[in-house]
């Protein structure tokens, strides 16, 4: 069973970075593309960045471009966040698919995390 966990959120002031990970729970994340997506409150869930299973090929949402940047190891996806805004305060979910390729949309993907919480204050 494919379990993926979130770490890395927390409270950051505006301007500051935070950096995500996402594991696959007791397994390596080697064969899986990942996707984030995250979710702010009273609003829908939104697409954040995608790395493919081989590491190749990202892409990323207009609004994050240029701030955000994914990568990846054999074992972990990261979402490195910097110079955080108020706005992207959000629960932020890792979401995976099997020698998946780079998509922003959440049916392309198989398995997903709880989320974990990231709040940037002003």
């Known amino acids: 069973q494919v379990q993926l966990v979130e770490s890395g959120g927390g409270l950051v002031q505006a301007g500051g970075s935070l950096r995500l990970s996402c594991a696959h729970s007791?397994?390596?994340?080697?064969?899986?593309?990942v996707g984030w997506f995250r979710q702010a409150p009273g609003k829908e869930r939104e697409f954040v960045a995608t790395?493919?299973?081989?590491?190749?090929r990202t892409n990323y949402a207009d609004s994050v471009k240029g701030r955000f940047t994914i990568s990846r190891d054999n074992a972990k996806v990261y979402l490195q966040m910097n110079n955080l805004k108020p706005e992207d305060t959000a629960v932020y979910y890792c979401?995976?698919?099997?020698?998946?390729?780079?998509?922003?949309?959440?049916?392309?993907?198989?398995?997903w995390g709880q989320g974990t919480q990231v709040t940037v204050s002003s």
């Open positions: 790395i493919s299973y081989s590491g190749a």
């Open positions: 007791g397994r390596t994340l080697s064969n899986y593309a």
């Open positions: 979401s995976g698919r099997m020698y998946g390729g780079t998509s922003s949309q959440e049916y392309y993907y198989d398995y």
